[in-house]
C-alpha cells in the first residue's frame, strides 16, 4: 500500500487553500455588488430587519431602517410590513415592538403590522418572517403562485445574505437597502461590515444544510 508523499500532500493543501481565498474573494464580490442593488417593483410585505433599540427608542441604525420602511409604506410598495428582531439582554421589548410602535405614531394601522419578535439572528429572524408569510397565504396577496414577495429593508452591506435566506426559505426577495444608515456613511466601517457578512453568508447556508440534513427548523437557534 503507496503513502502519499509529503509534497503531494502539500500540492493538495495548497489548492484547497487557493480554492477557500478564491471562493472567499468571489463571495466578497457578491456582497459588495448586491450592495449596490435596489429593487422598484410591488411586493407583498415589507420586511425590516431588527438592529439595537433603547426601551423602544432605536438606534441610529435601526431608525435608519425604520425611516425606509416608511418611505416604501408611503409609495404604497406593499400592503403590509413585517418587523422582525427580538430581545437582547436587558431589553424591556423587542426590537419588532419597537418598530411596530415607531410604525404606528406615524400612521400606519396596526392590522398592517406583523412581528417577528423571536429571532435574535438573521437566519432566525428571516426564518420568522418566511413562517408568517407562508403560514397566511389567505391573507397575503401574492404576486407569484407560491413565493410571497418581500422588499428586504437593512443595511446595504446586509442585502446578498438576506436575499439567498430569503430564497432559501421559499420567498422571492426584492432589495431595499438604506443608504441613511451610520455604518453607509463611514466607508471603513462599512468594509468591515462586508468583510463580517463574507463569513457569515456560507455559514448561514452551512447550518441551514445541518438543520436539513438533522432534520432541525431555524427555531431551534432562535435565541442563538
Not at 503513502?3 to 487553500?17: A, D, F, M, Q
Not at 431595499?176 to 466601517?189: G, K, L
Not at 462586508?194 to 445541518?210: C, G, K, Q, T
Amino acid at each position: 500500500m503507496s503513502r502519499r508523499s509529503p509534497r503531494r500532500s502539500v500540492t493538495l493543501l495548497g489548492r484547497l487553500l487557493a480554492a477557500a481565498v478564491c471562493g472567499w474573494l468571489l463571495c466578497l464580490a457578491a456582497i459588495l455588488l448586491w450592495s449596490t442593488r435596489s429593487s422598484t417593483e410591488q411586493a407583498d410585505a415589507i420586511v425590516v430587519m431588527g438592529a439595537a433599540q433603547y426601551s423602544g427608542r432605536p438606534s441610529p441604525v435601526l431608525r435608519a431602517r425604520l425611516d425606509q420602511a416608511m418611505m416604501l409604506w408611503s409609495a404604497h410598495r406593499a400592503p403590509r410590513l413585517i418587523f422582525t428582531g427580538g430581545r437582547r439582554d436587558g431589553d424591556m421589548i423587542s426590537e419588532a415592538a419597537a418598530g411596530r410602535r415607531f410604525a404606528i405614531r406615524r400612521g400606519v394601522p396596526p392590522q398592517a403590522i406583523w412581528l417577528e419578535a423571536n429571532g435574535r439572528t438573521s437566519l432566525s429572524s428571516m426564518h420568522g418572517a418566511a413562517m408568517l408569510l407562508l403560514s397566511r397565504t389567505d391573507s397575503v396577496r401574492t404576486r407569484s403562485a407560491t413565493r410571497p414577495r418581500v422588499l428586504l429593508v437593512s443595511d446595504p452591506f446586509h442585502m446578498l445574505r438576506l436575499d439567498v435566506l430569503a430564497r432559501l426559505h421559499g420567498l422571492t426577495p426584492l432589495p431595499a437597502p438604506t443608504r441613511t444608515s451610520p455604518i453607509s456613511a463611514n466607508s471603513a466601517v462599512a468594509l468591515e461590515y462586508m468583510l463580517r457578512e463574507s463569513i457569515a453568508l456560507p455559514a448561514d447556508v452551512a447550518l441551514l444544510l445541518w438543520l436539513h440534513l438533522t432534520g432541525h427548523s431555524a427555531e431551534a437557534i432562535a435565541d442563538g
